[in-house]
T-cell receptor, first 113, second 113 residues
């Protein structure tokens, strides 16, 4: 099992450009999440998907859109990138029951100039 | 609301014990977690504690939970250089979205040889 994978690992965008961050999990998990990590601010939830076919806003959704393409894949789109979106983006997934542990991908480091 | 706080930095000498502290505000938390993030990597679950427990021990790790004071701590015994990382506490509340996690700011532990 690869767990949670994310592409790309690094990306540099110019202000106004668009891009999609990809995430996939092979653990048959129902719930998937997108976070951003900024120094001194921990992880903040952007969007989540409780199950295939549903998506909901998290704490900081402005400037982002998501698609839960199928049970495995959950993508994050920046339509018009801004310097404030420079961050490290993490995708995570979680199965049903248990201790609600989330499994994280390795992250995408995005710089917007 | 959810507000999870940690101090940002901690330095200890190799072989000493490290204690990382966390306070949270929501008393309806069901599980509390400690995640570890090594440089350039995603988060990995270190340990967790159910909210009806006071203490959990797992090899060199001891988690203490004081529900009255809403205080969580992680003690690492015999700290090694490989323990240098950022440690995040997080809480999960039943019914919060897809059992969403709320993360603290992270504590960067530096182990001095």
């Amino acid at each position: 099992n690869a767990g949670v994978t994310q592409t790309p690992k690094f990306q540099v965008l110019k202000t106004g450009q668009s891009m999609t961050l990809q995430c996939a999990q092979d653990m048959n998990h129902n719930s998937m999440y997108w976070y951003r990590q900024d120094p001194g601010m921990g992880l903040r939830l952007i969007y989540y998907s409780a199950s295939e076919g549903t998506t909901d806003k998290g704490e900081v959704p402005n400037g982002y859109n998501v698609s839960r393409l199928n049970k495995r894949e959950f993508s994050l789109r920046l339509e018009s990138a801004a310097p404030s979106q420079t961050s490290v983006y993490f995708c995570a997934s979680r199965g049903i029951g248990g201790n609600y542990e989330q499994y994280f991908g390795p992250g995408t480091r995005l710089t917007v100039t | 609301g959810e507000d999870v706080e940690q101090s940002l930095f901690l330095s200890v000498r190799e072989g000493d014990s490290s204690v990382i502290n966390c306070t949270y505000t929501d008393s309806s938390s069901t599980y509390l977690y400690w995640y570890k993030q090594e440089p350039g990597a995603g988060l990995q679950l270190l340990t967790y504690i159910f909210s009806n427990m006071d203490m959990k021990q797992d090899q060199r790790l001891t988690v203490l939970l004081n529900k009255k004071d809403k205080h969580l701590s992680l003690r690492i015994a015999d700290t090694q250089t490989g323990d240098s990382a950022i440690y995040f506490c997080a809480e999960s509340m039943r019914g919060a979205g897809a059992n969403n996690l709320f993360f603290g700011t992270g504590t960067r532990l530096t182990v001095i040889p």
